[in-house]
């Protein structure tokens, strides 16, 4: 099975940009829907963005909408996620996760979870 491992984190102030990226390896990633989700501290895991095997759906959280894209390149084994117009309440860790074809965008269920990045936004 696929496995995950995120990376491009980092410190940056508000309306900053980052670009995360997951690469994948151990797996075929064209036979699954990745997704991206963040927690902060003391607050319950958020929902981000999620796409489709061939990239031709995609999903965004209401509160990144308009300001964050998700795309991936199969080929490169990797899926981003292009944040721009940072705000301090993006400030989390993110974690890339993979679920099956056929499974909801939101809600999942996703079943593989990299160990995550943190991203942090100053004011």
């Known amino acids: 099975q696929v496995q995950l491992l995120e990376s491009g984190g980092g410190l940056v102030q508000a309306g ?11 797996g075929f990633l064209p036979t699954y829907t990745m997704g991206w989700f963040r927690q902060a ?21 209401d509160s990144v909408k308009g300001r964050f894209t998700i795309s991936r390149d199969n080929a490169k084994r990797s899926v981003y996620l292009q944040m721009n117009s940072l705000k301090p309440e993006d400030t989390a860790i993110y974690y890339c996760a993979a679920g099956p074809m056929t499974i ?5 269920p996703y079943n593989l979870w990299g160990q995550g990045t943190q991203v942090t936004v100053s004011s």
Not at 41 to 60: N, S
């Open 41 to 61: 501290p003391g607050k319950e895991r958020e929902f981000v963005a999620a796409i489709r095997q061939t990239g031709d759906a995609t999903y965004l959280g």
């Open 16 to 26: 900053g940009s980052l670009r995360l990226i997951c690469f994948t390896y151990g």
């Open 104 to 108: 909801d965008l939101q809600l999942g």
